[in-house]
């Protein structure tokens, strides 16, 4: 049995086992609802095996929340022209937990 695998995840991948919980961004669903996330790559200590990503070969996550990240301030500064800007941004982002893989 394989251990852990590489998924794929609005083009980021990671790499997970059974019960991680992972912060991914903003997948725009409640909570308790189920992905199913496309396998790349399964491996163990021992042994890789590669896959094509299809629909047989699939993961499947909960997601758990809906939560924002930390706050970024974006700055603007002109010297001797009295020019000052301060933007801030947070990403949406979910949490999710796979359940198998």
């Known amino acids: 049995m394989k251990t852990h695998?590489?998924?794929?995840?609005?083009?980021?991948?990671?790499?997970?086992?059974?019960?991680?919980?992972?912060?991914?961004?903003?997948?725009?669903?409640?909570?308790?609802?189920e992905l199913s996330l496309p396998?790349?790559?399964?491996?163990?200590?021992?042994?890789?095996e590669i896959e094509i990503p299809t629909k047989e070969v699939a993961g499947t996550a909960k997601v758990l929340e809906n939560l924002?990240?930390?706050?970024?301030?974006?700055?603007?500064?002109?010297?001797k022209v009295r020019y000052r800007k301060v933007r801030g941004f947070r990403q949406q982002l979910t949490k999710i937990q796979i359940i198998n893989i």
Do not use: H
């Not at 396998?39 to 890789?48: C, H, K, L, T, W």
């Open 5 to 33: 695998a590489v998924i794929k995840v609005q083009g980021k991948q990671y790499i997970t086992k059974a019960g991680d919980e992972l912060v991914i961004e903003n997948v725009n669903q409640e909570e308790g609802f």
């Open 39 to 48: 396998v790349i790559m399964y491996f163990d200590e021992n042994s890789a």
């Open 68 to 79: 924002k990240g930390e706050k970024i301030r974006i700055a603007k500064f002109k010297s």
